[in-house]
């Protein structure tokens, strides 16, 4: 089974920064692309942010480009988020996801994390 943990969520003031980390462990050949996504109350999941599985092509919603930045360590089998000049409307529960082969002979699967609340106050 394959398991991805958040952490680095918390509260911020507006303007300021926090960075999200997710680990993914278990049963895996290799993890291909990883994006995070968040849910606002009332709204639905929405992408965040992505990274191919090398991590040379990134893609970014227009609401955080600019002040977002998505990054991975492949010998840690970790995700990042940093997030600068954070405004009210970026609080939400950020969730981490990964595709992830588990198999040599199968092709691979969607996992998600628990997600970490972010809240930014104002």
């Known amino acids: 089974q394959v398991q991805l943990v958040e952490s680095g969520g918390g509260l911020v003031q507006a303007g300021g920064s926090l960075r999200l980390s997710c680990a993914a462990s278990?049963?895996?050949?290799?993890?291909?692309?990883m994006g995070w996504y968040r849910q606002a109350p009332g709204k639905q999941r929405e992408l965040v942010a992505a990274i191919s599985s090398g991590g040379g092509i990134t893609n970014y919603a227009d609401s955080v480009k600019g002040r977002f930045t998505i990054s991975r360590d492949n010998a840690k089998n970790t995700l990042y988020l940093q997030m600068n000049s954070l405004k009210p409307e970026d609080t939400a529960v950020y969730y981490c996801?990964?595709?992830?082969?588990?198999?040599?002979?199968?092709?691979?699967?969607?996992?998600w994390g628990q997600g970490t609340q972010v809240t930014v106050s104002s």
């Open positions: 278990g049963s895996m050949i290799t993890i291909n692309a």
């Open positions: 996801n990964a595709e992830v082969r588990t198999g040599w002979f199968r092709g691979p699967s969607s996992y």
